[in-house]
């Protein structure tokens, strides 16, 4: 069986939900995916293109008045048995984390304790800009989503966020007091 990259398996899982074209596809990432998994918007279109060219998609283009035609893209059969074998398979490796606060705290050494004392105010900052936005994505699940099965799935990722969120920020708040 083909091996498939990753974005390519995203973009299948994201053919499972009410997502059709290249717009509403990054408009998804947007707001979900893009808080633990990036893709660009220029690796949507070749990868959708590939999984037609495969015969993992169909494309079903519609008639737009005054505009291109709106190219909707629907899983085969194949398509959705490729994304099960995937997510049956057991995780290659775990996620490794690259932080550059992390790497610029390991030499903080180098630097004066007020400004490793601004870089972790910054970082726990932007942290709980990041834990806000969390809470307003799940605010937006329960009130528009609570009725899809995918919905408790998307809420565990978004768990997994929150805590590792709250436990950054807690991390820094005891850094900032052993300094």
Not at 52 to 65: F, K, N, P, R, Y
Not at 77 to 96: F, M, R, S
Request: glycine share 6%; with cysteine.
């Amino acid at each position: 069986m083909k091996k498939y990259n990753d974005t390519t398996y995203a973009i299948l899982g994201i053919l499972t939900t009410d997502c059709r074209s290249g717009y509403e596809i990054k408009q998804f990432i947007d707001n979900s995916l893009n808080h633990f998994w990036k893709i660009s918007y220029g690796q949507i279109y070749p990868t959708l293109k590939r999984l037609e060219e495969e015969g993992l998609a169909t494309i079903q283009a519609t008639s737009q008045e005054g505009k291109p035609d709106r190219k909707e893209y629907f899983l085969t059969a194949k398509g959705k048995e490729i994304l099960k074998d995937w997510l049956e398979k057991p995780l290659k490796q775990l996620p490794v984390e690259r932080n550059e606060v992390l790497l610029k705290l390991f030499f903080g050494n180098h630097q004066t304790e007020e400004q490793t004392i601004r870089l972790l105010e910054d970082y726990k900052q932007k942290l709980e800009k990041i834990y806000q936005t969390y809470e307003g994505i799940e605010a937006g699940i329960a009130s528009h989503n609570n009725n899809q099965s995918d919905a408790k799935y998307w809420l565990f990722t978004l768990d997994y966020g929150k805590r590792t969120t709250a436990a950054a920020m807690e991390w820094c708040d005891t850094t900032l007091k052993e300094i």
